[in-house]
């Protein structure tokens, strides 16, 4: 039987960026060789640093699909703990919670072969290249291709024991946004020979917000985010060329359209108005909206909702970004929040999930998968 907690720790320790995960998936591919000895219906295949495992069913007219992320982020860890990752990077999203969760399921399913086909996707690239994007478009699955998706994510503010979703949008759909000001440099004594393109994009940072006070709908929601804006050298020159690099953030794939839209001819507006050209690149890739399928999340709660372990929470969309929203796009089928306490939040450098998760999920979610595919 699995040592959920030791194979957690041991994950947690080797994060890896998107499609670098070689170590991750050695690490996993070890795991799954020692669950699928003599078992006969289970078929593996890997592409890049991902890894898929089919447990064929008996009398398969579906196939049920699980996916997990196995990528870590480029943060430095600060936890303090004794297994904290050593490499510079960290497993700050909780994708070693989601890895760890998936083993336990693949252990308890492949106990006795299902009559449905079951798929167990460990996706790489999460974060950083829209990973199940690339598996999708390349054709990875082949003819497993699932008939129904489902995953997970942690969530920091939820406590053990709490499944929260809905029958709508869960995530928000987001898109990447770098904008480059080309202007003129010259001395601070003498603006009139220059071509200030801090001045222009500092001017296009107050305009974009007009795109959510004055181009979206007031029941609708967007979110456009600037970070990070470098321009300049030092007090005395004018700067040449301004960078600045945000975020937009919508519930549906229609208002991300529109705000990129929005966004280009501000952009565009702005630099005319001031003389200059800019550079403009904007980067959605897979990272559409995760949009659950109605009747399947209405399934999922109600089954849910009758097990007494679970705490199930009907809860509103929040504006994080998951690429999953790109395979709900192509595959019906539902994510959902899994509460793991931790007094810090996703993306920190001290987010500690509660490691009494790992059974509580196995347990809950492993009862869910028998029912979908007849185990």
């Known amino acids: 039987m699995l040592n959920l907690i030791e194979i957690r720790r041991q994950l947690h320790q080797i994060p890896e960026i998107g499609l670098q995960e070689q170590e991750t998936q050695q690490c996993l591919l070890k795991a799954i060789g020692k669950l699928l000895t003599d078992k006969p219906f289970a078929e593996l295949k890997t592409w890049r640093t991902g890894i898929f495992v089919m447990l064929h069913g008996t009398l398969p007219s579906k196939t049920i699909g699980w996916r997990t992320d196995i990528d870590g982020l480029p943060v430095e860890e600060q936890t303090g703990l004794p297994f904290a990752s050593k490499n510079g990077k960290m497993h700050a999203c909780g994708h070693d919670i989601h890895m760890t969760v998936a083993l336990g399921l693949l252990e308890k399913l492949s106990e006795k072969q299902p009559q449905e086909n079951l798929l167990f996707l460990f996706q790489p690239a999460e974060e950083n290249e829209a990973g199940g994007k690339l598996m999708y478009d390349e054709k990875a699955f082949g003819d497993w291709l699932p008939d129904e998706f489902y995953g997970l994510h942690v969530r920091p503010d939820l406590k053990v024991g709490d499944i929260a979703t809905n029958t709508h949008t869960l995530f928000a759909g987001t898109c990447e946004v770098e904008l480059t000001f080309k202007g003129k440099g010259g001395h601070a004594a003498f603006p009139h020979e220059a071509n200030d393109a801090l001045v222009a994009a500092s001017y296009f940072v107050t305009q974009v917000q007009t795109i959510v006070s004055r181009n979206v709908d007031p029941l609708g929601s967007a979110v456009v985010t600037f970070g990070k804006m470098e321009a300049g050298t030092t007090n005395n020159i004018i700067a040449e060329t301004a960078f600045l690099h945000g975020t937009i953030r919508t519930l549906t794939q229609e208002m991300n359209q529109l705000t990129q839209k929005r966004l280009t001819e501000i952009a565009q507006g702005v630099a005319s108005s001031f003389g200059m050209e800019i550079d403009l690149k904007l980067k959605q890739g897979g990272y559409l909206p995760v949009e659950n399928n109605p009747q399947l999340a209405q399934e999922l709660m109600t089954f849910f909702e009758q097990d007494r ?37 996703l993306h920190s450098n001290k987010m500690t999930p509660d490691e009494q998760v790992l059974v509580f999920a196995v347990e809950a979610i492993s009862k869910f998968l028998k029912m979908k595919v007849k185990s």
């Open 309 to 345: 372990t679970v705490h199930l929470i009907d809860i509103a969309p929040a504006m994080t970004g998951e690429d999953f929203g790109y395979l709900l796009s192509k595959i019906p089928g539902v994510m959902f929040w899994l509460g793991v306490d931790s007094p810090a939040p």
